[in-house]
């Protein structure tokens, strides 16, 4: 039984930053792939960005330059930091994760298992 278990969410003026982490426990593979994905209010739920186990990294449009995920293994823990965040930041952030490569930026359909989510609030 896989879970994840994310942190570091919070309110930041634009312009802030903020690290978020997602601890996995239980079985995943050394081939695997992890992701970070966000709904806003009133919004479908949406990729930020996705990394495989060899390190390859994809981003969603909006947040390149802003966003940069990566991974620890041996602490079995996935971070995003966020720069420069904006209001359309603003919602909760889910930790993602699949036994297997992701071919391009993870999708939605790709998840085997999710985090609960933790809040990211970014006035302006």
């Known amino acids: 039984q896989v879970q994840l278990v994310e942190s570091g969410g919070g309110s930041v003026q634009a312009g802030g930053s903020l690290r978020l982490s997602c601890v996995a426990s239980?079985?995943?593979?050394?081939?695997?792939?992890m992701g970070w994905f966000r709904q806003g209010p009133e919004k479908e739920r949406e990729v930020v960005a996705s990394?495989?186990?060899?390190?390859?990294?994809k981003y969603e449009d909006s947040v390149k330059g802003r966003f940069t995920i990566s991974e620890d293994n041996v602490k079995k823990t996935l971070y995003l930091q966020m720069s420069s965040l904006k209001p359309e930041d603003t919602g909760m952030y889910y930790c993602?994760?699949?036994?297997?490569?992701?071919?391009?930026?993870?999708?939605?359909?790709?998840?085997?298992?999710w985090g609960q989510g933790t809040q990211v609030s970014v006035s302006s």
């Open positions: 239980g079985y995943i593979g050394w081939t695997h792939c």
């Open positions: 990394i495989n186990s060899d390190a390859s990294t």
């Open positions: 993602a994760a699949r036994n297997w490569f992701c071919g391009g930026i993870m999708s939605s359909t790709e998840v085997q298992h």
